[in-house]
């Protein structure tokens, strides 16, 4: 598994999305892939091992999928700060026209 990022340094969050992209990739061949790697925008690559870090992934899945189980499905649109760059934000100011 490859990826590319604009960022000098590899960060946990490529490692997380690298790890969920091996799963898919595993499920589909019925093989983890042993190692992921990152190409950094300095073009330096970092290599990564998916079975140091996939009892860690497996967790984090457990508590996001438990996380939205326990959702309610009351939501509402409230305005927030990154309503200028949303694309739901008519169909969220309607709602509130609306309500």
């Avoid at 061949?29 to 992921?36: A, D, N, V």
């Avoid at 970092?46 to 309610?72: G, K, M, P």
């Avoid at 760059?85 to 309607?94: D, G």
Wanted: aromatic share 12%; charged share 25%.
């Amino acid at each position: 598994m490859i990826d590319t990022k604009l960022s000098t340094k590899a960060q946990g969050k490529f490692i997380i999305q690298l790890m969920f992209y091996s799963k898919l990739l595993a499920k589909i061949q019925g093989l983890m892939p042993t190692k992921m790697y990152v190409v950094l925008g300095n073009k330096k690559e970092a290599t990564f091992y998916c079975s140091d870090y996939a009892a860690y992934f497996d967790a984090l899945v457990q508590r996001f999928e438990a996380h939205v189980a326990n959702q309610t499905t009351d939501t509402y649109p409230n305005p927030c700060k990154r309503c200028d760059l949303c694309h739901w934000r008519e169909r969220c100011a309607q709602q509130r026209i609306d309500d």
